[in-house]
């Protein structure tokens, strides 16, 4: 799944978990049966995950490109900052008690 697509089964995934919480704590309301209202909603968490979780073609319309690894090795890794040991020192300041 690339970038897109995991943003787009995100987007899905709350826009579905809400629809079917409206619908459940509708219907729960109109029927009187808190055991429905939450059969609806879990039937809809259900059919949510398989929707989002599983990696269907059409969130992967945006493959990202690798390089190859001759190509890689052309472009310099970047490098750590090096901090000097008198910066760290100086900065601490000891107090006497007295």
């Known amino acids: 799944m690339d970038w ?9 995934m709350q826009i579905l978990l809400l629809v079917f919480a409206a619908v459940a704590l509708a219907t729960g309301y109109i029927i009187g049966s808190f055991r429905m ?3 609806i909603y879990a039937g809809g968490v259900v059919f949510t995950t398989l929707v989002t979780v599983p990696n269907w073609p059409f969130f992967n319309r945006h493959p990202l490109k690798w390089l190859d690894p ?9 490098q750590k900052a090096v901090v000097s040991k008198d910066k760290k020192k100086s900065s601490k300041k000891v107090t006497a008690a007295g």
Do not use: D, I, N, R
């Open 4 to 12: 897109q697509g995991q943003k787009q089964a995100e987007l899905w």
């Open 37 to 39: 209202m939450m059969l």
């Open 70 to 78: 001759s190509e890689a090795e052309k472009h310099p890794k970047p």
